[in-house]
């Protein structure tokens, strides 16, 4: 019988199979011999072994759409990344990290600011500049008060969206309003460190009844809050590529090939000065540059975020 993978934990994964009937699986050791990882969102094939019990073996996953690998999920349409404008206050460099590895996947993203409702316009002003000149989705929220909601909705129907962000920023929360039955826990923030405890230990797929009906079904993955993103397959000759803003103005560098780091003459810094692309996007591109160019190791716990 197929079915799809909407929860793993221990070992033991949980597919969805015909009528929403939901089976406890045992991944076959084959998957261990062929390097095989099953992971939320894959489409198996199960046998089942007690019907009433709800056990079943998984035998086979079936060929992938997608794979991303922070959080590892599969067959996914676009992803929701979550930051809060404030409380904890957006860590740019970890937001552009997971903007790269999208780009590296080519899938589509929204990226929604929540706590809409405790920021101010000067606040929100800055990352709508930052982001929206780069040619992402950014959409701004408050989940406590419900602002904002109608319009990510009407982009989540029909799809299924993985919905990633640090801890802290309202993810559980926004589960919440999206899936009322999902009971998932929130915290609130720590006062010492001004984050969030992890309330999401696991991955899990969950149909938005809402958003679905005969003819479409919508459906969000719930992911763990990350502090830390490593970067796979880029380098620093390559990261240009993963910031579109700097395609218009490259024409204008004096030397081909430019880095746009310690040449003169350069068409991107000159946009950089003249506020034509993010200054904080620029200075997170010479972050992640020098990390690479520097042979360090390729992740970030912590980063830059807003000045005060």
Do not use: W
């Not at 799809?4 to 939901?22: C, D, M």
């Not at 089942?48 to 019990?53: T, V």
């Not at 000759?237 to 993963?242: A, F, G, H, K």
């Not at 506020?275 to 997170?284: L, Q």
């Amino acid at each position: 019988m197929k079915g799809r993978i909407i929860k793993g934990i221990a070992g033991f994964y949980y597919v969805e199979g015909l009528s929403q009937r939901i089976y406890e699986c045992k991944a076959k050791g084959i998957f261990r011999k062929a390097g095989i990882k099953p992971i939320v969102g894959d489409d198996v094939e199960i046998e089942i072994i007690d019907e009433k019990a709800g056990l079943g073996n998984l035998v086979d996953v079936l060929p992938r759409r997608n794979c991303l690998y922070r959080p590892p999920v599969a067959n996914v349409d676009q992803a929701v990344i979550l930051f809060a404008i404030v409380k904890p206050d957006p860590n740019y460099n970890l937001l552009d990290r997971y903007l790269i590895m999208m780009r590296q996947m080519n899938l589509p993203v929204i990226i929604c600011f929540n706590k809409q409702d405790i920021a101010t316009k000067e606040e929100a002003a800055e990352l709508f500049e930052a982001y929206e000149k780069c040619g992402y989705r950014v959409l701004f929220i408050s989940v406590r008060e419900e602002k904002g909601l109608d319009e990510l909705k009407a982009l989540l129907k029909g799809k299924t969206s993985t919905l990633a962000g640090p801890s802290g920023v309202g993810k559980s929360s926004l589960l919440n309003k999206l899936v009322p039955d999902a009971g998932m826990e929130t915290s609130e923030l720590s006062r010492k460190i001004d984050r969030g405890r992890n309330t999401t230990r696991h991955s899990e797929l969950f149909l938005v009844k809402e958003l679905s009906d005969d003819k479409e079904e919508t459906f969000i993955i719930d992911t763990p809050g990350f502090t830390s993103l490593e970067l796979r397959d880029v380098t620093a000759e390559n990261l240009m590529n993963y910031y579109p803003e700097f395609v218009e103005y490259e024409p204008g560098c004096r030397f081909g090939g430019c880095s746009h780091i310690a040449e003169p003459d350069c068409g991107v810094k000159r946009a950089v000065e003249k506020g034509n692309i993010s200054g904080v996007r620029y200075d997170n591109y010479k972050m992640i540059y020098s990390d690479l160019k520097g042979m360090r190791p390729e992740y970030v716990k912590g980063g830059k975020s807003r000045k005060k």
